[in-house]
Nanobody, 115 residues
């Protein structure tokens, strides 16, 4: 069964940066699009960014455009999310998954932005 393990979250001041990583088990990673999602307290999970199998970003939520960058390393079965100019409203638990074939969600990684 595919496992998704997110890491890299933490506490950061507004305006700061973090880089999240998501390691995926299994042999199909390099053939599939990947996405980052987030869930803030009391809110539904939302899509943040998506990247094609060959590394082209295909979607950014309006709220993160120009600040977040999604990338991947197929040799390492890993997808990344570089988050810059962080705002209070970016505080959430961040998850990764296959957007067109959702797998069981991982534990996520907590990002807390303080002002």
């Amino acid at each position: 069964q595919v496992q998704l393990v997110e890491s890299g979250g933490g506490l950061v001041q507004a305006g700061g940066s973090l880089r999240l990583s998501c390691a995926a088990s299994g042999s199909t990673f390099s053939f599939n699009s990947m996405g980052w999602y987030r869930q803030a307290p009391g809110k539904q999970r939302e899509a943040v960014a998506r990247i094609s199998s060959d590394g082209a970003p295909t979607y950014y939520a309006d709220s993160v455009k120009g600040r977040f960058i999604i990338s991947r390393n197929n040799a390492k079965n890993t997808v990344y999310l570089q988050m810059n100019s962080l705002k209070d409203e970016d505080t959430a638990v961040y998850f990764c998954n296959y957007p067109f074939n959702l797998r069981p969600w991982g534990q996520g990684t907590q990002v807390t932005v303080s002002s």
